[in-house]
């Protein structure tokens, strides 16, 4: 029989969501004991049974009893009102480690915890999840927004290594900036995907994920690898005319409202990084923004 390796954890996972049950998976395969999980709905169910096998699905007083380390993948607004309210029933344990996944907060929210003697750390993948066991896969070099105290963040680094994370230390006060930045990247990502593919749609394209696929694709991994010097198109150039025609179009044409707003507001923020990397001067910035605004800025 193959030894266990040292260190190795009892883990009890609140949530069972997309994110809570890959994490668990990714511990199991690290070899700590996923003793319980707690799952509600039929739907988290499922998936802890798919990628938790053999794990029971336990309430959360008997989690914590059995647990040293409790990883809470709950939505973001309950979180702190779960922690506080198993603290008043004095179920937090005295050096049980209390991990949390939610990316606006750092270990402040599990205050409660901590002054019943736990040890907390924010752990945060800066992916999205489909709960799915491709997700574990995905883990792989994923970065984690990792928030403890110093002397215990070298346990938070540990745990997103045996995922196969990259962890990336967040200070206590930048973790909403760090939310942010993160949600900019992806969800308005997603947004301005939908959006283009709306237009391509309205004037008959029938495929437009095809149209858009490799050109997205590219300029996503130009702006990663090259930051803003991948930057190009009409107002990179100071083409004060072909921006004036896309205003007009997008005006003109029975156009969604939010994509209308979102592609004269990505323009403006567009034209200002464009300026402040000396790609177009100030005369053309002044110039472009008339245009986008349909009037003298």
Not at 287 to 297: K, P, R, S, T
Request: net charge negative.
């Amino acid at each position: 029989m193959k030894a266990s390796r040292p260190g190795r954890l009892g883990v009890g996972i609140i949530g069972a969501g997309k994110v809570g049950a890959v994490l668990g998976a990714a511990l199991r395969a690290a070899e700590h004991q996923i003793v319980g999980v707690h799952a509600v709905s039929d739907a988290s169910k499922e998936r802890a049974e798919m990628l938790l096998p053999g794990v029971p699905v336990l309430e959360i007083p008997e989690i914590l009893r059995r647990a040293e380390l409790v990883l809470l993948a709950v939505p973001d607004d309950a979180l702190a009102d779960l922690v506080s309210g198993l603290a008043a029933a004095g179920h937090w344990q005295v050096g049980q480690l209390v991990v949390h996944t939610a990316g606006r907060y750092g270990t402040k929210v599990l205050a409660p915890a901590s002054r019943a003697g736990a040890i907390a750390l924010a752990i945060h993948p800066a992916m999205t999840f489909t709960g799915m066991s491709m997700d574990l896969e995905r883990l792989n070099d994923c970065a984690f927004g990792v928030t403890a105290p110093n002397m215990v963040l070298p346990i938070a680094q540990a745990l997103v290594v045996e995922m196969g994370g990259e962890p990336v230390a967040i200070a206590e006060e930048d973790r909403v900036i760090y939310h942010a930045a993160l949600a900019h990247a992806s969800n308005h990502l997603v947004t301005i995907a939908g959006q283009a593919a709306g237009l391509l749609s309205g004037i008959g394209v029938e495929h437009p994920e095809r149209v858009l696929s490799s050109l997205m694709r590219a300029s996503l991994e130009n702006a990663l690898a090259s930051g803003e010097g991948a930057l190009t198109g009409p107002i990179a150039r100071g083409d004060v005319q072909t921006v004036a025609e896309h205003k007009a179009a997008l005006e003109s044409a029975e156009v969604a409202r939010d994509t209308r707003e979102g592609y004269l507001a990505m323009s403006r923020a567009t034209a200002l990084r464009a300026h402040a990397r000396g790609l177009i001067g100030p005369d053309k910035l002044e110039a472009v923004l008339a245009a986008i605004d349909g009037a003298g800025h």
